[in-house]
């Protein structure tokens, strides 16, 4: 069985930056990639960012120039490096393992294989 693990929440100012660990135990389907959700304050899970398992990386419009997504296989961990964090960034987000990737979804559910327990971002002004 799956699990993904989370570290790396915690409370920063504006504009600072922080960086989410997830680390993924047991074996992955092959053609799985890994990304992050957020909760919203309608309590969906809304895609941040993914990386597919051949390396490509995607990024969602509203973090777009500030979050980056990075993977190392060999320690079957994937990365979020958020920068310039503003306060609507804030929130819970949650470590996800699939190969199909839907925009929204109900988080830890709704049709996605792999969720985390999540970890949260403060984000203080």
């Known amino acids: 069985e799956v699990q993904l693990e989370e570290s790396g929440g915690g409370s920063v100012e504006t504009g600072g930056s922080l960086t989410l660990s997830c680390t993924a135990s047991g074996t992955l389907d092959d053609d799985s990639g890994m990304g992050w959700y957020r909760q919203t304050p309608e309590n969906l899970c809304e895609l941040v960012s993914r990386?597919?398992?051949?390396?490509?990386?995607f990024v969602e419009d509203p973090v777009k120039g500030r979050f980056t997504i990075s993977r190392d296989n060999a320690k079957s961990t994937v990365y979020l490096h958020m920068n310039n964090l503003k306060a609507e960034d804030a929130g819970l987000y949650y470590c996800?393992?699939?190969?199909?990737?839907?925009?929204?979804?109900?988080?830890?559910?709704?049709?996605?294989?792999?969720w985390g327990e999540g970890t949260l971002v403060t984000v203080s002004s």
């Open positions: 990386i597919t398992s051949d390396g490509r990386t």
């Open positions: 996800v393992a699939d190969s199909v990737w839907l925009g929204r979804t109900r988080c830890r559910g709704g049709g996605m294989k792999y």
